[in-house]
């Protein structure tokens, strides 16, 4: 059986070299981000009556990603930026499509020359989506 791959990338640019307070310049640096991630499912399909004959593992979904990214502030005239690397699973919960996802991202803020400011990181998160097909159905009455 096939499982479905997904890829995706973000960009952004944010002008922030141009930007007053109260008509008075901010010493800012423009930003610029990069992320790029990916998702393996390998059920391979959404349908419900596929999921609920798969074993608990083959309906997992496998998440990564990287960033790259600039941050505004100027210390020193030294911009510090943001690289990271995530790790991921959506746990199925029941079979119509909830799930518990679970991330965890470490990375590094700063710079690594040996006057500035470096610091290592890691962050776990912890989310819950609810999906239901039978929303919307019409329910029997009798």
């Known amino acids: 059986k096939k499982g479905i791959y997904q890829l995706g990338t973000q960009f952004n640019y944010s002008s922030w070299s141009d930007f007053q307070f109260a008509q008075t310049p901010m010493t800012l640096n423009n930003t ?10 390998p059920v391979g399909s959404l349908d419900d009556n596929v999921r609920i004959t798969e074993t608990f593992w083959r309906r997992v979904q496998y998440r990564a990603g990287l ?4 941050t505004y502030y100027n210390i020193n005239g030294i911009q510090p930026v943001i690289k990271s690397f995530t790790l991921g699973l959506g746990i199925p919960v029941g079979t119509r ?5 679970i991330s965890i991202e470490a990375g590094q803020y700063g710079n690594t020359g040996v006057q500035e400011v470096k610091e290592q990181y890691i962050r776990a998160s912890v989310g819950f989506h609810l999906f239901d097909l039978r929303w919307f159905e019409r329910r029997r009455i009798d």
Request: glycine share 26%; proline share 0%; hydrophobic share 25%.
């Open 67 to 70: 960033k790259y990214a600039q």
């Open 32 to 41: 610029l981000s990069i992320g790029l991630g990916g998702e393996y499912y």
């Open 97 to 101: 499509g909830s799930g518990l996802d």
